[in-house]
């Protein structure tokens, strides 16, 4: 659904006591023409809509160079007025339809609940973790202008200043992740606050589930670094445990536990500094 559709001259908005049980409840087209065709601005890979006529029903979906793409038939099923309506619908697959003709009897055709639909091909890029929590920080923000009370405000704004702080983490060069990870936890754990100080959790949940989700997904790239690196199976066992308790304790909406679980699990993860070794002293220095 979406897409800009043209009905052209062979269609007329009917609204008569002879429309009954229309699914939609409002207005149905009729059409006035034996060949009635529907346009679309952009192609479509499929499309459905009720129907209710005194004859049988032809349906013909076809591409830009004319050619008949996909076809359905239906049967006449009104008697006494359009007050029985059938579904009747084509699918080609991908999008390639850029109209349809629906054959019947002339003001004897009416249909309703007209649904055109296309795949997205081209998929939305990816937001990043900064991007992220900049989206976040604007929520909050219009959360804040709504007018809270004065100590919900301050936990919000706390949050909100966390959170400004793990975007600067994470555009330092490296990126410093578990500081940012350190600055998210602080912002999860502001916000609950303000839950517990009478903020509706419906406010805020979203903007949590996201910040979670953020601090998780750190620590599955973590460990899949981690096992690609070859690190021991003990320390990634150890990592996994803790990204399974997190999501026990996300699921429960635990979400500060939930938080420190993930951000153990990314520690885990992380490759062990080597220890430097002293230099023992040479005691033959002194005996010169």
Known sequence: AGTP???????????????????SGVTVALGVGEDNMVLFSEPVASVSFFYSSISDVTLTAFDIDGNPVG????????????????????????????????????????????????????????????????????????????????????????????????????????PNVLKALNKIRSAVKELTTAIRRGLDPLLVTDVLDELVGLVRQFAVDAIDAAIESGLPKKQIRTAMRFLDKGDVHWVCEQFVAAVDDFRNAFKSAQPKKKKKKKKKKDDDDDDD
């Open 5 to 23: 559709i043209d009905f052209g001259d062979n269609w007329v908005g009917l609204i008569d006591p002879i429309v009954e049980n229309n699914p």
């Open 71 to 174: 076809t359905a038939g239906g049967l006449a099923n009104a008697v006494t007025g359009f007050n029985v309506w059938d579904l009747i619908g084509v699918d080609a697959g991908e999008n390639i339809i850029v109209g349809i003709t629906v054959g019947g009897s002339p003001a004897g055709l009416g249909i309703d609940d007209f649904e055109a639909c296309a795949f997205n091909e081209e998929p939305p890029d990816p937001v990043g973790p900064v991007d992220l929590l900049m989206m976040l920080i604007d929520d909050l923000d219009q959360l804040v202008a709504s007018g809270l009370p004065k100590k919900q405000r301050r936990n919000v704004q706390k949050a909100i200043d966390r959170l400004c702080d793990a975007v600067c983490a994470l555009e330092e060069s490296p």
